[in-house]
C-alpha cells in the first residue's frame, strides 16, 4: 500500500486528545482499540471511520 493511502492511526487518536503508549505494543492495541470503539460509540466519530482506524490498527499488527 502506498504511504499516500495510509491512514494516519496516531494522528487520527491526537485529533481527540488520545495518546497511547505504555511499553507493551500489545497492550497499546487493546487500549487503542477499546478507544476506538468508545469514540464510535459515543457518535464522535462515523462507521468509514471506525473502520479505517481498526484497519489501520490491524496492519500494525502485521
Known sequence: MGQGNRFDLKQFLRRFGILVYTGDP????L???????ELYELG???????????????????
Do not use: V
Open 26 to 29: 500489545e497492550g497499546d492495541r
Open 31 to 37: 487500549l487503542i482499540e477499546d478507544e476506538l470503539r
Open 44 to 62: 464522535l466519530i462515523d462507521r468509514e471511520e471506525f473502520l479505517q482506524a481498526i484497519s489501520a490498527l490491524k496492519e500494525q499488527k502485521k
